[in-house]
């Protein structure tokens, strides 16, 4: 007698219904332990060794992810740079003694890139990270964590297909340049460069005062931007004709969402770079919209940004934007946003969007979710501490399945704006704007989500405006 499994099976075929069989998935995940393992740290055990090609890694594709989830056609290589922005300004040391105080500003990088695998390689590495949020906080104490990436470690680039656009990404306050792995080593697979910042002073583990971020994100964005230009214009730089600078995007979260939009043109209002609480001694007028000083900070060659949930709140609340400044954004955009941020705010992120008037823009609207759309899922570690879990988890939504729509959609969004392929990838973001009231299972119906399996086009906006 047939199980109830395997009579379900045989009336889908009946029916017509096509199976898709999801990718063996994760005896385990990086960063918890194994059944009979060992007990973690005091066993020199934290899951991440002996990892294999079927393991769970943070952007593996659901059964019901969306097409252009998937990866790409390239093996991905990673390494970590150290680079150092040399007499930038020490914002944390300022003082009306001391009023333009300087420093070496040294970032590290993440650099994901499409990679040539040797025979030794393997395209299996671990990232390190650390809950909390900066030192010397008792509620947050920092705590060490692993996890599993999909990249070869130090691989040689693929310089068949090179030079690849530049991808630089710029996480939240507190964050890392590993926060969003899933997006970085997908984009890499589909022949970006791509860049992940660890900000100085806006780190899990360096997290210090805010007017280092609310100063420095912008000027880090650039300065990594000129660095690797430079690097891939010389010859002694495993970048060294790797990187097309010319073609640059900018990914920022949160904080890194203020950064993306003021790299891309949007300048700080008067307002924001006055209040007495950001940035002493007036050093943010260099990024106020309308002036000198931040037209010869925009770097031309930033063709498209990516904002998910974008800090700032917009004047007169005592905001960082305002209707002038955002006018100056020209290059494309696409806004990312949970209906429920309260962090951001998802009214105040709807009025960026509206008022980017020069800009071809999109805004994706997440029905009943938070602030932590972007992020990679929680660390195991986390659920043993709550408030680190919900620097991750999203309450509402699978961050997997968030993980793997972000994938979908920004693969759309650079391969129409940054990769210039509008026949292949237009068609993904020309939708009806609510998703409820698209055709669940009908393919060939106009108001079917391109791209998303049957039943799964649920409980997302996606609103597109030219410029004016």
């Avoid at 990232?127 to 705590?143: A, H, I, N, Q, T």
Wanted: glycine residues 10%.
């Amino acid at each position: 007698m047939p199980t109830r499994l395997s009579s379900a099976i045989l009336l889908a075929v009946a029916a017509g219904l096509t199976f898709l069989a999801a990718p063996a998935q994760a005896i385990h995940e990086c960063g918890a332990q194994h059944p009979g393992k060992g007990h973690g740290r005091a066993h020199g055990f934290d899951g991440c060794k002996g990892l294999r090609e079927h393991d769970f890694f943070y952007g593996d594709p659901r059964a019901d992810a969306p097409e252009l989830a998937y990866r790409g056609p390239h093996a991905v290589g990673v390494r970590t740079l150290h680079v150092v922005n040399r007499d930038q300004t020490d914002i944390l040391a300022w003082s009306e003694e001391n009023p333009n105080p300087k420093y070496d500003r040294a970032l590290t990088l993440e650099v994901w890139y499409p990679a040539h695998l040797r025979h030794r390689d393997r395209e299996i590495t671990t990232y390190r990270d650390v809950l909390g949020s900066g030192p010397g906080d008792p509620e947050r104490p920092l705590r060490p964590f692993a996890f599993g990436g999909r990249a070869a470690r130090d691989a040689l680039p693929k310089l068949a297909e090179a030079p690849y656009p530049l991808v630089i990404v710029s996480h939240g306050f507190p964050g890392s340049r590993v926060l969003l792995t899933y997006l970085t080593e997908n984009l890499a697979s589909k022949g970006y460069v791509v860049a992940a910042i660890d900000h100085t002073d806006s780190t899990h583990a360096d997290a210090a005062g805010f007017s280092s971020t609310l100063l420095n994100r912008t000027l880090d964005i650039n300065f990594v931007l000129r660095t690797l230009a430079r690097r891939s214009a010389g010859r002694h730089s495993f970048l060294s004709g790797v990187v097309d600078a010319e073609r640059t995007a900018v990914i920022g979260y949160s904080m890194g969402g203020y950064g993306a939009l003021n790299a891309g043109g949007a300048g700080y209002s008067a307002t924001g770079v006055n209040f007495p609480w950001a940035v002493p001694g007036g050093h943010l007028a260099r990024l106020q919209a309308g002036t000198p000083e931040y037209a010869a900070e925009l770097d031309p060659r930033i063709r498209a940004i990516v904002a998910l949930a974008p800090w700032g709140l917009f004047a007169p609340n005592f905001g960082f934007w305002d209707s002038e400044g955002m006018a100056g954004l020209t290059v494309p955009s696409l806004f990312i946003v949970g209906a429920q941020d309260q962090t951001s705010g998802f009214a105040n992120v709807r009025w960026l969007f509206e008022n980017a008037v020069n800009s071809d823009r999109y805004l994706l609207i997440y029905e009943s979710a938070i602030h932590e759309i972007a992020v990679n899922p929680a660390p195991p570690l986390a659920e043993r501490h709550y408030r680190e879990y919900v620097h991750y988890q999203e309450p509402a939504w699978d961050n997997r399945r968030l993980n793997n729509v972000n994938q979908h959609f920004i693969t759309a969004f650079l391969g129409l704006h940054l990769g210039g392929d509008f026949a292949t990838y237009e068609p993904y973001l020309d939708l009806v704007p609510i998703s409820n009231d698209s055709h669940r299972t009908d393919e060939s119906d106009p108001t079917y989500w391109k791209g998303f399996t049957n039943w799964a086009a649920i409980g997302m906006e996606l609103h597109h405006l030219l410029p004016q």
